[in-house]
């Protein structure tokens, strides 16, 4: 509930939910999608990714995604992507 907005825009949700598969192959595996905050009467903003994630070596793993924001405002394009996040530790 947000405070001092108008009784039309007063309200802001927003969630997330993720599946890990590990070992799948010599790494894991995961797909995740999830709600963009989104106040009461807006556009809601959908947003799906998947990754796998493997291991280099002892101490660097590399992690591949692609993504894709959904919004479901005419007026609003989609955004989709790919990155790679790698990791080192010592």
Not at 28 to 38: K, L, P
Not at 48 to 53: P, Q
Not at 69 to 80: H, K, V, Y
């Amino acid at each position: 509930n947000l405070g001092g907005a108008a009784a039309g825009a007063d309200e802001q949700a927003s969630f997330m939910i993720g599946l890990t598969w590990d070992e799948v192959g010599p790494g894991s595996a995961g797909i995740a999608m999830g709600h963009s905050n989104t106040v009461e009467n807006a556009d809601e903003l959908y947003q799906y990714e998947a990754y796998y994630e493997y291991p280099v070596n002892d101490s660097m793993t590399v992690t591949p995604l692609i993504y894709t924001l959904d919004a479901a405002g005419a007026n609003t394009d989609d955004t989709s992507g790919a990155m790679v996040k790698t990791t080192f530790k010592f």
